[in-house]
């Protein structure tokens, strides 16, 4: 008898317009000839994660509606830039390598709103920095790339710190995140335009 798939992922995030999308891959198009160490993400997962909800009963979505409706309201239109490169958790054992997203009040409004009303539906306040970015690859192995490829860290995160693009967030997103042996997929439920 199959088992009934009552749960579901969901996270809430920022989208990312089209012509960042398209300077994020010319940068990442340029990084993948360089090492075979990175596993790169699709474009399609280019978002700015605001709030990772877990697993949530399927009953409980029109809570979460509600909360991404609450919130919405009192955010308007603001100016989102994307500046720079780093690595988690250091360029000495590097596992993801990401572009960074500059903080400014709006941002860290929106991130504070969502952990103060999410954490009203039994969602747990993240307990480490808002550390805003995009992912643009994961380290397989972070001591062989940096045996084989010394270099490719360095000139990373040197010739990253010229990418910049700004942008105009009109919205946010609550997204199903569905777990697949290539990589997940991300499902839009619903946008909360402000």
């Not at 990442?28 to 596993?39: A, E, G, I």
């Not at 010394?150 to 569905?178: A, E, T």
Request: hydrophobic share 40%.
């Amino acid at each position: 008898m199959p088992v009934k798939m009552d749960k579901i992922r969901l996270f809430v995030a920022i989208d990312i317009d089209d012509e960042g999308i398209a300077k994020i891959l010319s940068f990442q198009n340029q990084l993948k000839p360089l090492t075979s160490f990175v596993r790169w993400t699709e474009k399609s997962t280019w978002h700015l994660t605001l709030k990772f909800l877990g697993e949530q009963k399927k009953d409980k979505l029109s809570k979460f509606i509600s909360v991404c409706e609450s919130i919405k309201k009192s955010i308007s239109p603001f100016f989102l830039t994307l500046k720079g490169v780093g690595v988690f958790p250091n360029s000495r054992f590097p596992r993801v390598i990401f572009i960074n997203v500059e903080k400014n009040p709006s941002i860290i409004n929106l991130y504070n709103q969502s952990e103060t009303e999410f954490e009203m539906l039994n969602i747990p306040k993240e307990n480490r920095n808002f550390s805003p970015h995009i992912t643009l690859g994961r380290v397989k192995m972070p001591e062989k790339l940096l045996q084989v490829s010394p270099d490719f860290i360095p000139n990373f995160l040197k010739f990253g710190n010229l990418f910049d693009h700004s942008f105009m967030v009109n919205g946010f997103s609550l997204y199903q995140s569905i777990l697949k042996p290539q990589g997940p997929d991300y499902l839009k439920i619903k946008q909360f335009d402000f």
